[in-house]
C-alpha cells in the first residue's frame, strides 16, 4: 500500500501570499487531519476532515482553512502568510482519527 | 490545555542501555498512543494503549499506561543508535480530538 504523500516538499514564499498544501492519503483511509510543526509551539492540530467534512478543528485563525475531496485528497490553504507561518506541515491519514494516524513526510514551509 | 507533556526533554544513553521517556496528560482519555519521528520528517506510529488497558508490548517497545495519575510511560529495550529520534505521545479524548506532546528527545550512542 502506497503511503501517505504530500506535495509540494519544500516551499518558499513571501509574506502576504498564499498557499496551497496538498495531502494523498492512505487509500482507504477516509480520515484526513492537518498539523504545524514548529520548534516553539511543538506539533498543533490544525482541522481534520472526514468524507469531505471539517469534523475539528484546532485554535488557529480563519487564515487556516483546507477541504477535503471525494476521493479523500485534501488540500490546506494559508492566506496572507505570515513569517510565523514557517513550519513543517503534516498529514496524517487513518481509518478514524481516533486510530493510528498515518503520517506523510511533510511540506516545509519557509516565509520570508 | 490538552496537550500532554513528555518527560525528560531530551535524554542520552549508550546503545543497548534502556530507555525510558515519560508522558503526562490532564483529561480523560479514550487511548494514548506513542510516535517517533527522525529529524525533519513525520512521524510513525509506535504503539496505542486503550484507556482501560494498563500495559502493552510491541517488540522492544514497552508501554504503560495509568489513567489515574494521568500518565504513560514508553520504555525501549536494548536501545539502538538506530532509535535516536523524538518521541511523542498523543492523546484522544472524549470528541476523538488527537492532542500531542512536547516530545523527548532521545540520542544512542554508538
Known amino acids: 500500500k502506497a503511503g501517505v504523500t504530500q506535495t509540494p516538499r519544500y516551499l518558499i514564499k513571501t509574506r502576504g501570499q498564499q498557499v496551497t498544501l496538498s495531502c494523498s492519503p492512505i487509500s482507504g483511509h477516509r480520515s484526513v487531519s492537518w498539523y504545524q510543526q514548529t520548534p516553539g509551539q511543538g506539533l498543533q492540530f490544525l482541522f481534520e476532515?472526514?468524507?469531505?467534512?471539517?469534523?475539528n478543528k484546532g485554535n488557529f485563525p480563519g487564515r487556516f482553512s483546507g477541504r477535503q475531496f471525494s476521493n479523500s485528497r485534501s488540500e490546506m490553504n494559508v492566506s496572507t502568510l505570515e513569517l510565523g507561518d514557517s513550519a513543517l506541515y503534516l498529514c496524517a491519514s487513518s481509518l478514524f482519527r481516533e486510530y493510528e494516524q498515518y503520517f506523510g513526510p511533510g511540506t516545509r514551509l519557509t516565509v520570508t | 490545555s490538552q496537550q500532554g507533556e513528555e518527560d525528560p526533554q531530551a535524554l542520552s544513553i549508550q546503545e543497548g542501555e534502556n530507555a525510558t521517556m515519560n508522558c503526562s496528560y490532564k483529561t480523560s482519555i479514550n487511548n494514548l498512543q506513542w510516535y517517533r519521528q527522525n529529524s525533519g520528517r513525520g512521524l510513525v506510529h509506535l504503539i496505542l494503549?486503550?484507556?482501560?488497558?494498563r500495559e502493552k508490548h510491541s517488540g522492544r517497545l514497552r508501554v504503560t499506561l495509568d489513567t489515574s495519575k494521568k500518565s504513560s510511560s514508553l520504555l525501549i529495550t536494548a536501545s539502538r543508535a538506530a532509535d535516536t529520534a523524538s518521541y511523542f505521545c498523543?492523546?484522544?479524548?472524549?470528541?476523538?480530538?488527537?492532542?500531542f506532546g512536547t516530545g523527548t528527545r532521545l540520542t544512542v550512542i554508538p
Open positions: 498523543a492523546t484522544v479524548g472524549g470528541a476523538n480530538n488527537l492532542f
Open positions: 476532515y472526514f468524507s469531505e467534512t471539517q469534523r
Open positions: 494503549i486503550r484507556s482501560n488497558e
